[in-house]
């Protein structure tokens, strides 16, 4: 019973589990489930038990590495750690403590090294230890105390040393809590016990007495495999009344012994590799506890349904590489058959409609066609957890129908290059799908919609060229995604985005990019606390050329981010200046609107200069001023411009329509007008009348775009009197701004300024004046 429940230990490092958080350079973390967390370091062509490894691992393996010495403080902080597998690597020494910090250890591998002595100091520590291994090392001395400390040892396999002599056993006889010793390939001459597991394999036994085994009566295991027995006396296991597994594999059996069937003790039974051709009712009559039947490697033809009838709690039947044509359909306590490699060519509907406790059904390596699948052969109650290499080229549309409850598809290298959208519609439940080795790239949109509750899917070697076909599908609760081998060079952050509970990517193999679209990816491997990327260390590039075979993970990626103090600085430069603009701009609104309007006519001056040339006005000036200064406009500005230059001017007393209201009179004539003097003056800029005037024509700008302003300064006035329009004008109309000048050298240069600044765009264009040039008439 002991060795039922051993299986999952020794199983323990081919077992795939659930993947906790982390990265390491030459280890995975391969499983978390339970707190179990489970480190894998094999095949890594390690010297020495890699440092840094976490204190919270409770499985470690390092086989298949160049280990030749276990050093003090290899283990010093792996007080939690139950399992150590440090098989087929160089070990010929270990330094005295190794263990003494993994008292926890529970399972201990040393197989395939190159010890040769146990000293009493060895296994310091390991006080919980019940699994030791050490088969296939140089073993010939084990000191008399080597094990007196470990007092749970259930299990010490000596296998294939150089133990020749029983003595050299004594410190393992010692151990009171031994169930299982394995001392076989020893070339041992002579051996007598009772009470323990025997093996017997591979001495070349070919008959045995009756009376062999009359003192073993509490006997549970024996092992009697790759000898050359062919015949078994009816008497030799009569005394075995407490053995529960017997294995006879690799015999030269041509029929079930009959001694096997008096064994009503026995659970599982192993016949595998004879030349067994045929089986009869009476052979597993007797075995009603029989929960493990192995007869692959046989020449059986046939089955009939009475042959396994008694057997009601039958597990396991292995089948697989006979010449079976024919499924029987009593075993309703089944739950894992092995057909794989016989003749079948034909499966009947309903073959397998009384295997209801079946769980996982091997078919593969059979004469299978597709003409086979279609005829709802799964139909009844199955609840199948798996279909391992079906050895089929395709999978039909209706191929899985019937199977609800499966939750478990491996369909590996069957050269399959398409599936039908339809396909796993008919198991909803589905958890696990392997599709590898097989070329269906591109995949069907549709494919995986029935399946949403898929918590690990592989597509190693399938042809994908990108992981986008994640984003059309609903993999909330995939834990586990294997695509290596493939074609990706880029994973895009909505690959990652798309798969919230991963915990587990494989990606060797792939032809990598080393370039700015792979930092997102890298930088959330290196850095996830959830998701573990295998052997994240070992990828490497694939282009562009000059990077090609160089490691992902060391790729500078500097060059994709900028330099954030240079960002920093240009922000706040920008910020700082467009601050400025934006007060300079406000606090010289005023003049910008203006200078902006200005513009506009200067535009426009020059598109429709000749079409002005043809306007007709009445005036070539209207005069602004104040009643203050009319003397000067009477006396100087008046006969300057009309008399001398010929100018027409408008002014109020004398050319305003009597009977009209002032402000029309001010609008028409100003409008009739081609330009607007103003005469500025302290007495003009508080005038209400004169205000409004300057204001009228200013207005000419925005409504005609038309610049008519010709403003000339009797007085100097300071610029804090003046609006920001006429500051800004000042500075940009250096010929339509005059000053009166006090040197009366210089007046006639004004009067020939202001002749010049009446002319249409500020002189460009000579215009006649109004009032005619009256020549003297030489007659007078």
Same mark, same amino acid.
Request: a negative charge.
């Given at each position: 019973m002991f060795l039922l429940g051993l299986l999952p230990v020794l199983l323990f490092f081919s077992q795939d589990l659930q993947v906790a958080p982390y990265s390491y350079e030459n280890c995975l973390v391969h499983g978390n489930l339970g707190g179990r967390m489970k480190m894998l370091c094999y095949q890594r062509n390690l010297s020495q038990v890699p440092a840094h490894l976490p204190s919270n691992i409770k499985s470690l393996d390092?086989? /298949?590495?160049?280990?030749?010495?276990?050093?003090?403080?290899?283990?010093? *902080?792996?007080?939690?750690?139950?399992?150590?597998?440090?098989?087929?690597?160089?070990?010929?020494?270990? %330094? /005295?403590?190794?263990?003494? =910090?993994?008292?926890?250890?529970?399972?201990?591998?040393l197989s395939s090294n190159q010890l040769r002595n146990l000293s009493s100091s060895t296994f310091d520590g390991l006080v919980n230890l019940t699994v030791l291994l050490l088969r296939k090392n140089n073993i010939d001395r084990i000191e008399l105390s080597t094990f007196d400390h470990l007092i749970k040892l259930k299990v010490i396999d000596l296998t294939s040393n150089k133990l020749h002599f029983v003595k050299a056993l004594h410190a393992v006889f010692k151990v009171n809590s031994l169930e299982m010793l394995q001392i076989s390939e020893n070339n041992i001459t002579n051996f007598t016990t009772k009470d323990i597991a025997l093996n017997l394999q591979g001495n070349r036994f070919k008959n045995i007495r009756a009376t062999v085994f009359e003192n073993c009566t509490q006997l549970k295991y024996l092992d009697m495999t790759h000898n050359k027995l062919q015949v078994i006396p009816s008497t030799s296991f009569?005394?075995?009344?407490?053995? @529960?597994?017997?294995?006879?594999?690799?015999?030269?059996?041509? /029929?079930?012994?009959?001694?096997?069937?008096?064994?009503?003790?026995?659970?599982?039974?192993?016949?595998?590799?004879? +030349?067994? +051709?045929?089986?009869?009712?009476?052979?597993?009559?007797?075995? $009603?506890?029989?929960?493990?039947?192995?007869?692959?490697?046989?020449?059986?033809? $046939?089955?009939?349904?009475?042959?396994?009838?008694?057997?009601?709690?039958?597990? /396991?039947?292995?089948?697989? &590489?006979?010449?079976?044509?024919?499924?029987? +359909? *009593?075993?309703?306590?089944?739950?894992?058959? *092995?057909?794989?490699? *016989?003749?079948?060519?034909?499966?009947e509907p309903g073959a397998f409609e009384g295997l209801s406790s079946l769980l996982t059904l091997l078919l593969g390596s059979n004469r299978i066609t597709r003409n086979t699948l279609q005829k709802g052969i799964f139909e009844g109650k199955l609840t199948l957890n798996s279909q391992r290499h079906l050895g089929l080229q395709n999978f039909p549309s209706n191929f899985l129908q019937g199977l609800e409850s499966l939750v478990s598809i491996h369909a590996g290298n069957l050269d399959i290059s398409f599936l039908h959208p339809d396909t796993f519609s008919y198991t909803p439940g589905l958890q696990e799908l392997d599709l590898s080795n097989n070329l269906i790239?591109?995949?069907?949109?549709?494919?995986? +919609?029935?399946?949403?509750? !898929?918590? %690990?899917?592989? !597509?190693?070697?399938?042809?994908?060229?990108?992981?986008?076909?994640?984003?059309?599908?609903?993999?909330?609760?995939?834990?586990?995604?294997?695509?290596?081998?493939? @074609?990706?060079?880029?994973?895009?952050?909505? =690959?990652?985005?798309? !798969?919230?509970?991963?915990?587990?990517?494989?990606?060797? =193999?792939?032809?990598?990019?080393?370039?700015?679209?792979? $930092?997102a990816f890298l930088n959330w491997s290196l850095n996830s606390l959830k998701t573990q990327v295998i052997y994240l260390y070992e990828y490497t590039c694939a282009f562009p050329p000059s990077s090609k075979g160089d490691k992902l993970w060391t790729f500078d990626f500097s060059s994709c981010t900028a330099n954030l103090d240079f960002i920093l600085f240009i922000t706040n430069s920008t910020l700082v200046i467009l601050l400025m603009i934006v007060c300079l701009f406000y606090h010289w609104r005023w003049q910008g609107v203006y200078a902006y309007h200005l513009l506009l006519a200067y535009i426009y001056d020059n598109r429709h200069k000749r079409k002005r040339q043809h306007k007709k006005y009445n005036y070539d000036a209207f005069v602004s001023y104040n009643t203050e200064d009319e003397k000067w406009v009477i006396n100087d500005l008046l006969p300057k411009l009309e008399d001398e230059y010929h100018w027409k001017l408008c002014l109020h007393h004398r050319d305003f329509e009597p009977g009209r209201a002032i402000l029309d009179n001010i609008v028409d004539n100003i409008y009739g007008s081609r330009k607007t003097i103003c005469v500025i003056t302290r007495h003009y800029l508080e005038s209400e009348w004169c205000s409004k005037e300057i204001q009228v024509a200013s207005f000419r700008l925005f409504d005609e775009h038309e610049d008519v302003l010709v403003l000339i300064f009797l007085e100097d006035i300071p610029a804090g009197y003046l609006s920001p329009y006429h500051r800004m004008r000042k500075l940009v109309k250096k010929k339509t701004y005059l000053a009166w000048p006090q040197e009366k050298e210089k007046i006639p240069l004004?009067?020939? $300024?202001?002749? &010049?600044?009446?002319?249409?765009?500020?002189?460009?264009?000579?215009?006649?004046?109004?009032?005619?040039?009256?020549?003297?008439? %030489?007659n007078q």
């Open positions: 390092l086989s /298949e590495n160049q280990i030749a010495r276990l050093r003090q403080n290899d283990f010093k *902080n792996m007080s939690l750690l139950q399992m150590l597998n440090v098989s087929q690597n160089q070990i010929n020494v270990i %330094e /005295e403590g190794t263990f003494i =910090h993994t008292g926890s250890l529970d399972f201990l591998n009569q005394f075995l009344n407490a053995l @529960e597994f017997l294995f006879l594999a690799n015999n030269n059996f041509s /029929e079930v012994p009959t001694v096997t069937s008096n064994i009503t003790s026995l659970k599982s039974l192993d016949l595998s590799f004879n +030349q067994i +051709q045929k089986i009869t009712p009476s052979d597993f009559a007797g075995l $009603k506890n029989l929960q493990f039947l192995n007869l692959t490697g046989n020449l059986i033809t $046939k089955i009939n349904s009475e042959l396994f009838q008694d057997l009601d709690n039958l597990l /396991e039947l292995n089948l697989g &590489m006979n010449i079976l044509l024919e499924i029987s +359909q *009593n075993l309703t306590s089944l739950q894992f058959l *092995n057909l794989v490699d *016989n003749q079948i060519s034909t499966i790239s591109p995949i069907n949109l549709d494919l995986f +919609q029935p399946i949403a509750n !898929l918590t %690990e899917l592989h !597509l190693n070697k399938v042809g994908l060229q990108s992981l986008s076909f994640v984003l059309h599908f609903n993999f909330s609760k995939l834990a586990v995604l294997r695509v290596a081998t493939n @074609e990706l060079d880029v994973i895009k952050p909505n =690959h990652i985005a798309a !798969l919230p509970f991963l915990t587990f990517l494989d990606l060797r =193999h792939n032809p990598f990019t080393c370039s700015c679209n792979n $930092k004004f009067w020939l $300024k202001l002749h &010049m600044a009446l002319k249409t765009s500020e002189g460009k264009v000579d215009e006649d004046p109004i009032l005619s040039v009256i020549v003297p008439d %030489e």
